[in-house]
């Protein structure tokens, strides 16, 4: 499409008042082309309406004044030709029956004559005033002419001579009614010409402004949308097509070919691409020789390295066997040091637990004494059980004494009062042996506070024991203790001599395998620079 754009379009020279435009982004153009033919088609849809409202007041205009004023106009002259009729009608009635229905159709014909002329007055107001005025002056002639035939003879040839005159003023009247009538006829009908001609004129009007409108908006998105595409194609600076396939060499690692470009697309993206590739050709290449660089000095790190970890091998290995005779001694000491800490430390147990012992002791005795006290009480609970068992026995007797006496009215507390005894019996049986079986704990319990307190005198000699061998032990692991001190200095200063022969075999170690890592990663290098042709 850009292609055709361009291909198609004739070169413009856009004036420098445009510089605006082509500095506005390409995204916006193309959205002001479809803002600029929905605006130009909103105006076109808006003066449409405007001119369909104009349209329907004009069409209103022509029903409600001209044409129903010229129907008026009709209707007014019909009412007239009625008035003739009728008027003859009743000069020539020969009967009061026929004059009385000629003046009805009279009557008949004015009123309809009076409606007809209010809407020609509606439709034409200028000629209100007249029409009223001739009408007034018809209506007074005609009931002057229908009372005088009134009193006329039925036969017509013994009529006075005034039926003549004022039939001829009467006529004179009606024509000239009809005349003005006539005359608003052919008014309105003239009007209803002009409104017609008014709304063909108008609905012309519209659609060439609506044509007009179209084509404008059509024409200023078309300007757009070829100002877009020039702006696309100066700043891609050739085909899409190209610039896709310059990328897709260089990402393939391909920078042997040029990436070309439009002589006059200086800034534009493939002049950037082909700029690109240049650059990178030649970062490329400063890379490559860098990687040969390095490669030799890591083979030359590598050699002094070695040298450099025999000497440091054999220094380490003298310091390591100082060491070990050091370590031998220190070994005899600490095993020494370890007697003495186990000694202290299993007397320092063993006192611990015969504190915790005798704490033990004190409190199972506390708890004894507590538990002889309890049972005593227990003891006392379970005689008040027994008594309480006793009396509801008796009252479990006498309920059942009472009952009996009631005879068949007592039968059924008879029932209750039995099983309450029996009930009361069981508890009583209960008690006893709880109380039998408390005496037996008792006894025990007494039995146990005793012997927990000769156990309490034992663990206290125990203690006492204790405590003096935990103090022999202290001693003698302070002895110990002195002695592991002097040898542990000799050996400090042998492990920081060791120490720092470790470390500087595994600095020349570290730096071998730097040395080594520098050397592979020169030739990863390498490869990955050999991937690209330039």
């Keep these: 499409m850009l292609q055709a754009l361009k291909l198609g379009l004739p070169r413009v020279r856009l004036p420098a008042a445009s510089a605006m435009l082509r500095r506005t982004p390409l995204a ?23 001119n369909l409202v104009s349209i329907r007041q004009m069409t209103d205009t022509l029903y409600q004044r001209d044409m129903r004023g010229a129907i008026a106009a009709e209707r007014a002259q019909a009412a ?13 009635a020969t009967s009061s029956a026929e004059r009385d229905d000629a003046a009805s159709q009279i009557d008949t014909a004015m009123n309809a004559l009076d409606k007809s002329l209010a809407g020609i007055a509606s439709a034409a107001p200028a000629q209100a005033a007249a029409l009223a005025k001739e009408r007034a002056n018809a209506g ?6 229908v009372a005088l035939l009134r009193r006329q ?17 009467l006529a004179e009247q009606l024509g000239k009614l009809g005349a003005m009538v006539e005359d608003a006829r052919v008014r309105l009908e003239a009007q209803a010409a002009g409104t017609v001609d008014n709304v063909s004129a108008s609905q012309g009007r519209a659609q060439w402004i609506t044509v007009a409108m179209l084509a404008a908006g059509l024409a200023a998105a078309a300007l757009l949308a070829w100002s877009a595409a020039r702006t696309l194609l100066r700043e891609l600076g050739g085909e899409p097509r190209d610039a896709a396939d310059a990328t897709r060499r260089i990402a393939a690692g391909d920078l042997t070919e040029s990436v070309r470009s439009r002589p006059a697309a200086r800034g534009s993206l493939m002049d950037d691409l082909a700029g690109m590739r240049a650059a990178l050709a030649d970062v490329f290449a400063r890379m490559q020789q860098s990687a040969r660089h390095v490669h ?11 040298d450099l970890s025999d000497r440091t091998g054999r220094q380490l290995a003298a310091v390591e066997q100082a060491g070990a005779s050091i370590a031998e001694l220190g070994e005899l000491v600490r095993q020494i040091q370890n007697r003495a800490n186990e000694s202290s430390t299993m007397a320092r147990q063993a006192r611990d637990a015969a504190g915790s012992g005798m704490a033990v002791v004190r409190q199972m005795h506390a708890s004894m004494t507590a538990v002889q006290t309890r049972s005593r009480g227990i003891s006392d609970i379970v005689a008040v059980l027994q008594g309480i068992a006793f009396q509801t026995n008796l009252l479990a007797l006498n309920a059942a004494v009472e009952a009996a006496r009631a005879g068949a009215a007592g039968r059924g507390f008879s029932v209750v009062a039995h099983e309450v005894r029996q009930l009361a019996e069981r508890s009583a049986q209960s008690a006893r042996d709880i109380g039998a079986l408390l005496n037996d704990t008792t006894r025990d319990i007494e039995a146990g506070a005793r012997l927990s307190g000769d156990v309490e005198q034992a663990m206290d000699e125990i203690e006492r024991a204790v405590v003096r061998s935990h103090t022999l032990a202290e001693r003698l692991n302070g002895l110990a203790e002195h002695q592991a001190s002097q040898i542990a200095s000799v050996r400090d200063a042998i492990s920081r001599l060791d120490e720092a022969s470790q470390q500087n075999a595994g600095l020349v170690t570290t730096m071998a395998s730097q040395a080594d890592a520098l050397d592979v990663q020169a030739a990863e290098l390498a490869a ?3 991937r690209f042709r330039f």
């Excluded at 007074?140 to 002419?145: A, E, N, S």
């Excluded at 030799?296 to 070695?306: L, V």
Aim: cysteine-free; aromatic content about 8%.
């Design 140 to 145: 007074k002639l005609m009931q002057d002419y």
């Design 28 to 50: 916006v153009r193309l959205g002001a082309a479809f803002v600029l033919v929905y605006v130009f088609g909103a105006a076109a849809g808006v003066t449409g309406i405007v």
């Design 80 to 92: 007239l030709a009625q008035v003739g009729h009728a008027q003859l009608a009743l000069t020539m």
């Design 528 to 530: 990955d620079v050999g």
């Design 296 to 306: 030799a000095a890591s083979e030359d790190i590598a050699i002094a390295n070695r």
């Design 153 to 169: 003879p039925l036969d017509a040839l013994q009529f006075d001579s005034s039926v003549s005159v004022e039939g001829h003023f």
